[in-house]
């Protein structure tokens, strides 16, 4: 624990390091308004704090600029209270009658606006994903169109030519078997198939969903993990980021979907707000950077994480209180989806 004044300087130097990207002086902490202390004090304290690994010394002559470590004090006990940071304006993410897939899309670039950093949103998984309906239309004699939509939104079609014009009473007994039968099953079910191969069902029956069953049965195969991601240039553009190899790491990270899930499902089990500072990310691309998360889903279940990843020097506030809030709205909004 550091007393009082030196966390005063600790978060003096972090904040204005963070503002202004130079190495922080201790003449020029000293004439701060906020700090009231002499010239000395402030450069004993400093010493000290350096030897507890929170500050560091980029040279000599040069003022302090933090570490990984006062960073992650900064965060742990320097920022306002949870509650203190909850944005009394949420983010006007705009949601309302989307589909997922939008919403997803929206949050990242309103998110990365906000922060101007990089921002992901990973979608709920596949095995969370139910059939919510079933449309089966002609579309000519010989040719019809399976139309399904799932919990989550999504939308699939699927065109079935076949060699002799399609009885139109099949079609309206097949919308409404498959309705009465597949609704509010999982995509990956096991039963799904069975329904399908109802052997009560006529020949004729039968041999028809068996034409259509490819629809269904290979959906959750086709499906993938999807992350959203937004920013990518804008972080690129920022002062921050000057190391090349920091940030060709970064988007061979992102090209590498599975890799990047596995590290936001951390995030995923986490109650609170996930902060992960330099050398505290498991993944080596991330290790001169900051992850910020937090999860979004129903009351009693996660589905995905909204997240910012960006340099050490970021706006943790500002990163933990947009996080916060966009998973906020999203869960919301994911609610009344899931409810329809």
């Known amino acids: 624990m550091l007393s009082p004044r030196q966390e005063l300087i600790l978060r003096t130097v972090v904040e204005a390091y963070v503002e202004g990207g130079q190495p922080v002086g201790s003449k020029w902490i000293a004439t701060s308004a906020a700090i009231g202390y002499g010239?000395?004090?402030?450069?004993?304290?400093?010493?000290?704090?350096?030897e507890h690994g929170l500050l560091a010394h980029p040279h000599t002559s040069a003022g302090r600029v933090p570490t990984d470590s006062g960073y992650r004090y900064y965060v742990d006990r320097l920022l306002a209270e949870p509650e203190a940071l909850e944005d009394r304006r949420p983010m006007e993410l705009t949601l309302v009658r989307r589909e997922l897939d939008e919403a997803m899309q929206v949050t990242?670039?309103?998110?990365?606006?906000?922060?101007?950093?990089?921002?992901?949103?990973?979608?709920?998984?596949?095995?969370?994903?139910?059939?919510?309906?079933?449309?089966?239309?002609g579309l000519q004699p010989?040719?019809?169109?399976?139309?399904?939509?799932?919990s989550t939104g999504g939308?699939?079609?699927?065109?079935?030519?076949?060699?002799r014009a399609i009885d139109p009473g099949l079609v309206d007994w097949a919308a409404?078997?498959?309705?009465?039968?597949?609704?509010?099953?999982?995509?990956?079910a096991r039963m799904l198939g069975s329904k399908l191969a109802d052997p009560s069902l006529s020949v004729v029956e039968r041999g028809f969903l068996e034409r259509l069953a490819p629809?269904?049965?290979?959906?959750a195969d086709t499906a993938q993990d999807t992350l959203y991601v937004g920013g990518t240039a804008r972080l690129l553009h920022e002062d921050r980021m000057q190391d090349l190899s920091q940030i060709n790491d970064l988007m061979e990270l992102l090209e590498r979907r599975v890799t990047m899930l596995a590290v936001l499902s951390s995030a995923l089990a986490e109650r609170q707000i996930y902060v992960r500072i330099g050398q505290e990310n498991e993944a080596p691309a991330l290790r001169s950077l900051a992850l910020v998360a937090a999860n979004y889903g129903l009351p009693r279940r996660n589905l995905g994480t909204v997240s910012v990843?960006?340099?050490?020097?970021?706006?943790?506030?500002?990163?933990?209180?947009?996080?916060?809030?966009?998973?906020?709205?999203?869960?919301?909004?994911?609610?009344?989806?899931?409810?329809?």
């Open 155 to 163: 939308v699939t079609k699927r065109v079935f030519p076949f060699e």
């Open 108 to 137: 990242t670039e309103t998110l990365s606006q906000v922060t101007n950093l990089l921002a992901i949103v990973s979608a709920p998984p596949i095995q969370s994903t139910t059939i919510r309906h079933i449309e089966v239309l």
């Open 39 to 50: 010239s000395s004090t402030v450069r004993h304290e400093l010493a000290v704090l350096e």
């Open 309 to 340: 990843i960006g340099p050490t020097r970021m706006n943790y506030a500002r990163a933990i209180r947009s996080v916060r809030g966009a998973a906020h709205e999203l869960s919301r909004f994911v609610e009344d989806v899931y409810d329809r």
């Open 142 to 150: 010989q040719v019809l169109m399976v139309v399904i939509i799932t």
């Open 176 to 188: 409404s078997y498959l309705n009465e039968r597949l609704v509010g099953m999982g995509l990956g």
């Open 215 to 219: 629809a269904f049965t290979e959906l």
